[in-house]
């Protein structure tokens, strides 16, 4: 998807498996997948045929998500297309919407053709401490250069066992610890302060005639810049006028021009005091 998160297009980069960025800021061998106010950021179907797709929902950009049904007719397309999915689930547990699914899994026929990535890096505030999981199901198939069927699942573990050598035992600790009554608990009541601070953020900039999207299963509320500024120039004006920064969507990718990321991950009284400033802005 177009913007996304560039972690995504940068691994494939420094591995080589692209061609040369064009000067529409696109890599040759990739396919982008616009996702903007104009589509209500639910990404079409590729046009082309493609080997894998990473879909990250609730999104990072964006902070928007995808229904049952919309995940289902990417689900159906791999199924049909012998794809491979990669998603990303990292911000599951900030779903505040009945009919976001929490797993890809949750669509049917989903273990055939998905892989999902579990971080606790957001859940939990694990971003320093490096913990995560990766569901590689045993049904799932990859398909070699002659057509036929190669199972995943080993050779993930080779890989693991290869060249990754695991996650220190404290930080395995702390891990479970998120599973324990009072570490659910615990959770539950940040990311609800989080997403009360995603609130504040969304209404105040929506009272201030901007539109926002994201902010409601999100720590990300995505604002379009006013003015058709772009997304380096309204950048700037936060962070002179007002000192509030945020991150230029361009950043994430083309279709990200013109938008900018603001995150929930604050205090509530930085919150709200940035909410002051950019409201006493002129836009
Ligand atoms: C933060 C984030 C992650 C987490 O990555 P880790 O390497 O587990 O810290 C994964 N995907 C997205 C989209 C993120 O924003």
Redesign the pocket.
């Known amino acids: 998807t177009d913007p996304v ?1 560039t ?1 995504y297009v940068d691994t494939n980069v420094m591995s080589g498996r692209t061609g040369e960025m064009k000067d529409d800021g696109m890599y040759e061998g990739l396919t982008y997948l616009k996702c903007n106010s104009d589509n209500d950021f639910v990404p079409e179907l590729p046009s082309e045929p493609v080997d894998i797709i990473y879909l ?1 929902y609730p999104n ?1 950009p964006t902070g928007t998500t995808l229904t049952k049904d919309q995940l289902k007719v990417f689900v159906d397309y791999a199924k049909e297309n012998n794809a491979l999915i990669l998603f ?1 689930a ?1 911000y599951v547990a900030f779903i505040n919407e009945d009919d976001v699914p929490h797993s890809i899994y949750e669509i049917e026929g989903a273990k055939e053709v998905a892989i999902e ?1 579990k ?4 859940t939990a505030g ?2 320093g401490t ?1 913990c ?1 999981y990766t569901v590689v199901p045993k049904e799932l198939m990859g398909y070699d250069s002659k057509g036929n069927e190669v199972e995943i699942n080993p050779l993930w573990n080779r890989r693991q066992t290869t060249k990754f050598n695991g996650v220190s035992y404290p930080v395995q600790k702390a891990a479970e610890a998120v599973y324990s009554d009072e570490g659910k608990k615990q959770i539950g009541e940040i990311i609800e302060y989080y997403m009360e601070n995603a609130k504040i953020i969304r209404k105040s900039l929506t009272d201030l005639g901007l539109d926002v999207y994201g902010g409601v299963s999100s720590p990300y509320i995505w604002v379009k810049t006013p003015n058709d500024m772009d997304s380096w120039a309204f950048f700037d004006l936060l962070l002179n006028e007002a000192n509030v920064i945020g991150t230029p969507g361009s950043g994430f990718g083309p279709s990200g021009e013109g938008y900018l990321r603001l995150t929930a991950f604050n205090t509530l009284e930085n919150t709200k005091e940035a909410m002051d400033r950019i409201s006493k802005l002129e836009f």
Request: charged share 20%.
């Open positions: 998160y972690v990250c990072n990303d990292a990535f971080s606790f890096s957001k694990f971003t490096r995560a």
